[in-house]
Structure formats: C-alpha cells, structure tokens
C-alpha cells in the first residue's frame, strides 16, 4: 500500500524568508509525487509533479520540490516566501490512486 | 481556474435525507474522480469512473454511489446522511486516467449534514 507522510501540521516562516514544507512517501516500484495547494474556501491547485529525471522539479509561483529517492522525501520549497502563499498544503503519491498527506498549513508572516 | 466546475457549491441538509451533487470534467477529459475531504479523515478518495464505465474503488460507502454520463459529466449521489458526511466533496478531472497524469480540481461542493 502506498502512503504519505507531512510530518509538520503547520510551518510559519517570515515573508522574504526561505520554506521547506516536508513530505515522505512509501511506494513500491518508481514514485509519481505531486504537490497541491488548497487556499481557504477554494479547491485544490496543482502545483508540481515528479515522474522520472531531474530530481530537482520545478512549478507553479516559484515553487520547486527535490526529490530524494535514498531518504523517500519530496519536500516543498521556495527561496522567498510571500504572504500570499499562506495556505493549505498537499503531498501526494500517485500509484493506480491518488493518496495525499494529512496536510501542512503553511503561514507566511509579514 | 481547473476547468471542472462543481455544484453547488454549498449544500444544507438533514439526517436520512439524499442528495446529488455534479461535477463537470475539463474539456476533453475522459476520466472523473471524487474525493471526501473531512477534518477526521482527510483527504480521501472515493471512486472514478473513466468514459462512463467505473475504473476504481476507494472508501466509498454503501450508501454512496456515483455515475458518469455520455456528456462526461459525474454525479455523485449520497443517501440516508449522516451526521458524518458533512464534508468537502470534490471532483477532478484528467484525459485518461493512467498515471502519471495530473489530476485536476474542481472548487468543492460543502455538504452540511443538520
């Protein structure tokens, strides 16, 4: 069975500031790891995937994720975190179903 | 803006009662899934259907159930409510339904059960 893990329910980091929102998967075979973002009263948004190649993915609003295989770890990064990246954060493994993490809220201060 | 469109977007009911809530895939996409979202459990999967015909099972309840019509559209309909189904429901949307394919979301259906 495949699973994931979001260690951190909630991250707070300083606007300017770099942030790492941690995710680890447990998959056999090749992983295919996603990540989304959930803002309040809105849907789900992907934000980046990971199928095969450079472990280093790049997404949506300055978004990027590495991908360590040896540690099973996809977490979430930025350089300079905004305020409006303050939201709902999603970790998801992809093998036949979707199967996300608990969620992290990240709260970016001002 | 996914492209999958959800209504309603906010739904009040009461216990043993049914509702239908309907989803509209993206443009072209042959495969619908729907997902609970509940403060308890999380994020879950429900059950996708891949050009009309179900494809996959999760935690679905008996009392659930679902369809996709030729249009492509979903329905998912829920029945004798329960105090613990009031949720975020969600639909998503992608071309065929293999992995890896990103699936996209639509905004939810909140489903307040009284």
């Known amino acids: 069975a495949q699973s994931v893990a979001q260690p951190e329910d909630q991250v707070n980091v300083a606007e300017g500031n770099p942030l790492t929102v941690k995710c680890t998967y447990s998959?056999?075979?090749?992983?295919?790891l996603f990540w989304y973002v959930q803002y309040p009263n809105r849907g789900l948004q992907f934000l980046l995937k990971y199928i095969t190649g450079d472990n280093l993915v790049k997404g949506s609003y300055g978004f990027e994720a590495e991908f360590n295989k040896s540690q099973t770890s996809f977490h979430l990064k930025k350089p300079s975190a905004l305020v409006s990246d303050s939201a709902l954060y999603f970790c998801a493994v992809r093998k036949g179903q979707l199967t996300f993490g608990s969620g992290t809220q990240l709260t970016v201060l001002p | 803006d996914s492209g999958v469109t959800q209504t309603p977007k906010h739904l009040i009911t009461a216990t043993g009662q049914r509702v239908t809530l309907r989803c509209s895939p993206r443009s072209g996409d042959l495969s619908v899934y729907w997902y609970q979202q509940s403060l308890d459990q999380g994020l879950q999967f429900l059950i996708q259907?891949?050009?009309?015909?179900?494809?996959a099972k999760g935690n679905i309840l008996e009392r659930f159930s679902a369809q996709q019509f030729p249009d492509l559209h979903s329905e998912l309909n829920l029945s004798s409510l329960e105090l613990g189904d009031s949720a975020l429901y969600f639909c998503a949307s992608s071309p065929l339904g293999e992995s890896p394919e990103t699936q996209y979301f639509g905004p939810g259906t909140r489903l307040l059960v009284l």
């Open positions: 998959v056999s075979g090749n992983p295919y």
């Open positions: 259907y891949y050009n009309g015909e179900e494809r």
